[in-house]
């Protein structure tokens, strides 16, 4: 039989190459079985949303890097998302939370974390644009960072905006003591009670934004690395991501599924995700289910959706919040190669593990890889014993 030449030119011709190629990957994406984007940003449209941040974030080559790894990196710049120049992932989750919350008449919203959270830090500033109070229920481990003397990072930032912040120092990780978590429970219950009887209406929100309202912003930031990957003409291989409190995961993931694209997710982590831990496989695969149903998307059993989770613990250094030195090295790595900053809490222990995934070749040679830049740039201006000692 001869080679037969399809023509160069079908039925799509009068389309602009980069809207073919769109079209290309929409249909490929529907004949692998998955929903189409139609589908996929009715059901999203449908969701009260507050717009805070500048979307889509960008999507771009880091060509330096993929030089001397041999690999197609790229970046999804959610650290970009805005308002200030100080953003992250957890914007996204604070547009659909809040759009939820203006609806139901909230007043005041509680969240908590570490003192130098990236996710309070971004909910104060989504609230303050909303015009509803925020108030941050922080913790400080006092035998990792020492009493607080003075404002620097986020903190500071915090502090600049006005919000109302309690701190509580703690000795150990509350992520694992039930002793110190329920202290920081105890403290929010206290506000809240004070506010509601006041008239206020308060809105809890789980350290990390993690909320059921917010979980589906992420598979915006998928469908958006879609298109810009494509446009870039990349399909992308693998999409890496620092992982802590599972809120990005889930809604990446429903995306790639309900999409039906055969990316593979893997998650660098900066806190132990076993499953006796807070956060693990078993509450990302909750999350991505809930998310799947409200896209209206077919929900795979339990095994399907674990598949997908490939979770490396091994990147987490001495503790959350402490600098390690492959982290360290990571945030030189990626600032001398191309201007651009990584954090110390969580990208820039997420850059390393992609990073030596790329030297053992955990990622084969020429791979297209995007790295989700969750943000956490507030922290390279925190305590050396959280920074390191990077410019060296
Ligand atoms: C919260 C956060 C993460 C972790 O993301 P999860 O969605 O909570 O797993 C990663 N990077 C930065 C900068 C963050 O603020």
């Known amino acids: 039989m001869p080679r037969i030449e399809q023509p160069r030119h079908d039925d799509k011709s009068s389309l602009s190459a980069e809207k073919r190629s769109l079209f290309v990957l929409i249909r490929s994406v529907a004949d692998a079985g998955g929903m189409d984007f139609t589908h996929f940003d009715t059901a999203i ?31 999804k710049r959610e650290d970009l998302a805005g308002p200030s ?4 992932s957890k914007m996204r989750l604070a547009e659909f939370i809040l759009g ?53 990072g986020n903190y500071l930032l915090n502090k600049t905006m006005g919000v109302e912040t309690h701190v509580i120092n703690v000795t150990g990780n509350e992520w694992h003591s039930p002793k110190e978590a329920a202290r920081i429970t105890d403290a929010i219950a206290v506000r809240k009670a004070e506010l509601e009887a006041q008239g206020h209406k308060v809105l809890v929100v789980g350290t ?43 809604g990446m993931l429903a995306a790639k599924l309900s999409l039906g694209h055969p990316v593979k997710f893997r998650s660098i982590s900066i806190q132990r995700v076993n499953d006796e831990d807070r956060m693990n496989a078993g509450v990302i695969v909750e999350r991505t ?15 399907t959706i674990r598949a997908e989770i490939d979770i490396d613990q091994r990147f987490i250094g001495e503790d959350y919040a402490v600098a390690s030195p492959e982290s360290t090295a990571a945030i030189r790595e990626l600032a001398r190669a191309e201007g651009v900053f990584v954090g ?47 410019a060296d």
């Open 45 to 75: 449209d449908k969701l009260p949303r507050r717009r805070v941040g500048f979307y889509p974030t960008p999507f771009h080559a880091v060509p330096n890097l993929s030089a001397a790894y041999g690999i197609n990196l790229f970046l």
């Open 208 to 250: 990390g934004g993690a909320h059921p309202d917010g979980f589906i912003a992420h598979a915006l930031t998928f469908r958006e690395m879609l298109e810009q990957s494509d446009a870039a003409g990349v399909e992308l291989d693998y999409v890496y991501h620092t992982i802590g409190t599972g809120t990005a995961l889930p």
């Open 85 to 88: 120049a100080i953003s992250g």
């Open 100 to 152: 939820r919350a203006i609806e139901d008449g909230v007043t005041h919203v509680i969240t908590q974390g570490a003192y130098l959270t990236n996710s309070g830090l971004q909910f104060a500033a989504a609230c303050l644009s909303a015009r509803i109070t925020p108030i941050l229920v922080l913790t400080r481990n006092v035998s990792r960072q020492g009493e607080l003397r003075e404002f620097r």
């Open 289 to 303: 289910k809930a998310v799947l149903a409200t896209l209206g998307a077919p929900v795979p059993d339990d095994a």
């Open 344 to 390: 110390p809490v969580y990208t820039g222990k997420g850059l390393a593990g992609l990073l030596d995934h790329a030297r053992s070749r955990r990622i084969p040679a020429g791979s297209n890889v995007a790295f989700l830049h969750t943000g956490d740039t507030g922290n390279l201006f925190e305590i050396p014993q959280v920074v390191g000692h990077i």
